[in-house]
């Protein structure tokens, strides 16, 4: 530490005494300040940048004591090191002390002693000072890692709100691009796929709830795998039931044959499951249904707990469907065959009437996909 960086304010009511301080400190590079009395130096002192007072007791008007104990009550001053020049006497001393300096020298100044204390103090303010600097950058860090940790945490919470709908690939999407305006309420023609298990309301009847529940983690397993595959969006779990939709929030280019063929893949997929749960006693079946319509979507719920949902006649259709469909079937509307059917052998199972529609909805059966898909 170089004393060319170190600031002394000197106060006396003496000029000759200043002049002397002057004479002893400024060849050593000491910085100084000089105020002929109290009052001065307490009307400087903020301004000053001083690292430490030279400071006589006796002055006219506020004495040394007095602009010890001021110096003390400021809070941006607690620490600064005060050295209290002193005539003569312990008493002087023992009060200086009370004052709250941190130090003294007797008059006549001896030079030695006199660099000596000033080294010493000027050297513990400059710890202070890099104490205090430390710990407003630790505070600082402190502050910037809060931020940091509750930016984490938002955008953990937000990712985890999406990934209760989307694919993880749809979540990458958003969260690169920054935008979730796709929760605000808006139309959009999707392709809605439903589809449940058959004979499980029997299955769970009859059944302990530890296996009900092995089977549907299994069953839900499988078709989270599928639906993360085909870039499914995915509405809502209903127990053995599942609602999943296309071409939302992220627009996708043939939607009704990405649904289709998410759907055999899901069908093929059961069937090896309910392969292994025959074996296990369990007689269970599944079915799906899809319509190609137009729906509202958007964010549904209240803070802190809230869906994506799609919300329209087209989402109706298809569970009324897939309740019509038989063990196996994958019944799907005149719309959805038309937009795939190069791609897909079908069977017409006629005009099915189906409860909350006033006139025959025309279905037919996905038998399977056609050479052309690889199916």
């Not at 009550?73 to 312990?90: K, N, R």
């Not at 009370?98 to 002693?113: H, I, M, R, T, W």
């Not at 104490?131 to 860090?141: D, G, K, M």
């Not at 249904?289 to 869906?307: H, K, N, V, W, Y």
């Given at each position: 530490m170089s004393s060319d960086d170190i600031t002394i304010l000197a106060v006396d009511d003496l000029p000759q005494n200043l002049r002397l301080l002057d004479a002893i400190l400024s060849p050593r590079g000491y910085r100084l300040i000089m105020a002929s009395s109290g009052e001065e130096a307490l009307a400087v002192?903020?301004?000053?940048?001083?690292?430490?007072?030279?400071?006589?007791?006796?002055?006219?008007?506020?004495?040394?004591?007095?602009v010890c104990r001021r110096i003390r009550?400021?809070?941006?001053?607690?620490?600064?090191?005060?050295?209290?020049?002193?005539?003569?006497?312990?008493q002087e001393k023992v009060r200086a002390?009370?004052?709250?300096?941190?130090?003294?020298?007797?008059?006549?100044?001896?030079?030695?002693?006199?660099?000596?204390r000033v080294a010493s103090l000027a050297r513990i303010k400059r710890y202070q000072d890099t104490?205090?600097?430390?710990?407003?950058?630790?505070?600082?860090?402190n502050l910037e890692l809060e931020d940091r940790v509750r930016a984490q945490i938002d955008e953990l919470q937000r990712v985890n709100r999406l990934r209760r709908f989307l694919s993880p690939q749809l979540v990458d999407v958003v969260m690169d691009s920054g935008d979730d305006g796709f929760l605000v309420s808006h139309r959009r023609e999707i392709v809605v796929v439903f589809c449940d298990l058959r004979g499980?309301?029997?299955?769970?009847?009859?059944?302990?709830?530890?296996?009900?529940?092995?089977?549907?983690?299994?069953?839900?397993?499988?078709?989270?795998?599928?639906?993360?595959?085909?870039?499914?969006?995915?509405?809502?779990?209903?127990?053995?039931?599942?609602?999943?939709?296309f071409n939302d929030p992220i627009p996708c280019e043939n939607p009704a044959e990405r649904a289709v063929t998410m759907a055999v893949a899901m069908r093929d997929r059961v069937a090896?499951?309910?392969?292994?749960?025959?074996?296990?006693?369990?007689d269970l079946g599944?079915?799906?249904?899809?319509?190609?319509?137009?729906?509202?979507?958007?964010?549904?719920?209240?803070?802190?707990?809230?869906?994506?949902a799609a919300i329209g006649n087209v989402t109706n259709l298809a569970a009324r469907l897939c309740v019509a469909a038989g063990p196996w079937q994958i019944l799907v509307t005149q719309r959805v065959l038309s937009a795939t059917e190069e791609l897909i052998v079908t069977e017409s199972v006629g005009d099915l009437d189906l409860r909350g529609f006033s006139r025959p909805i025309r279905a037919f059966d996905v038998a399977g996909m056609t050479s052309r898909t690889g199916g």
């Open positions: 002192l903020p301004g000053s940048g001083a690292d430490l007072v030279l400071l006589d007791i006796l002055m006219p008007g506020i004495d040394g004591y007095e009550s400021t809070p941006s001053f607690e620490f600064l090191p005060v050295v209290m020049i002193t005539a003569s006497g312990d002390i009370e004052a709250g300096a941190d130090d003294f020298v007797s008059k006549p100044l001896n030079q030695g002693e006199l660099l000596a104490i205090q600097r430390q710990s407003a950058e630790l505070a600082a860090w499980f309301t029997p299955f769970a009847e009859s059944s302990e709830p530890e296996e009900v529940m092995g089977v549907l983690s299994e069953f839900h397993t499988a078709m989270g795998e599928l639906i993360d595959r085909f870039d499914g969006t995915l509405e809502r779990f209903t127990g053995d039931g599942l609602m999943v939709f090896e499951l309910a392969a292994a749960w025959a074996r296990r006693g369990h599944f079915g799906i249904g899809i319509a190609q319509g137009f729906a509202t979507l958007g964010r549904i719920g209240f803070e802190g707990r809230s869906d994506y």
